[in-house]
């Protein structure tokens, strides 16, 4: 389809830097020799995804960058930023010894645990607050090292040696409270994405940590193999030529 090829070019120039040509129905039905009514289908699918922001009679414009986080996987923040192409900063908010409240203290089974909190920035601005609780036994000498720059992830595989065996997280839709908001720049109610992991070494769980990251500044994306994620069992397959 037509309006498919024009909003797959002007979603590549959206995820560059800087937009190389203008936005606006007219412009685009001339660049790609289509109809406005094509370039208007894929300006609205653009904003109806979040890429574009419009204004009635006027041009569109990009909205506010994005970052895909990919689909829950384990990715230190800092390598994350740099695959984005963007630039990364950690304010540590507070790292102490702490009781845990009822909820982690049962996922953990301690009473008491390191307590992480961190404010994280892409291009200088917040989107992602971290809140985590570590192993006091696993994790004592997490507090020794500086949490500005260093993944924790890192520190507990390569400076700990503990092998991370499995992990269990949840994603879930919902709205910023008015302390967290203002962290994050955010109106009170704005939307966000909050994911929960709780990470083991071996059958013992080390770290639960919550993340809270901007609706409007995350997604989420992923590419597998299916047949890798669900084997077939006592099945084969055989491709067949389509039926004419």
Avoid at 49 to 55: A, H
Wanted: glycine fraction near 4%.
């Amino acid at each position: 389809m037509k309006y498919l090829h024009v909003k797959e070019a002007v979603l590549a120039e959206l995820q560059k830097p800087s937009p190389g040509f203008p936005l606006s129905e007219n412009s685009l039905a001339r660049r790609f020799g289509v109809s406005r009514m094509t370039a208007r289908r894929a300006l609205q699918e653009l904003k109806q995804e979040g890429w574009l922001l419009r204004t009635q009679g006027r041009s569109s414009t990009p909205a506010p960058r994005r970052f895909s986080q990919g689909f829950l996987r384990v990715r230190p923040f800092y390598e994350f930023a740099q695959a984005q192409g963007a630039r990364p900063q950690t304010q540590v908010l507070a790292a102490e010894l702490r009781p845990t409240p009822g909820e982690v203290r049962e996922k953990l089974g301690v009473k008491k645990a390191i307590y992480v909190e961190r404010l994280r920035f892409l291009d200088e601005e917040p989107v992602q607050r971290e809140v985590r609780y570590l192993h006091p036994v696993y994790c004592a000498s997490i507090l020794e090292h500086d949490l500005t720059s260093e993944s924790i992830h890192n520190l507990l595989v390569h400076t700990l040696g503990l092998p991370l065996t499995k992990v269990w997280q949840r994603l879930e839709a919902v709205a910023l409270e008015q302390e967290i908001a203002l962290l994050l720049q955010q109106p009170q109610g704005a939307p966000a994405l909050r994911l929960e992991r709780l990470t083991y070494t071996l059958e013992a769980p080390i770290t639960w940590v919550e993340y809270l990251m901007r609706a409007d500044r995350y997604y989420l994306e992923d590419t597998f193999i299916p047949q890798t994620e669900f084997p077939a069992k006592e099945r084969s397959y055989e491709l067949q030529s389509p039926q004419r």
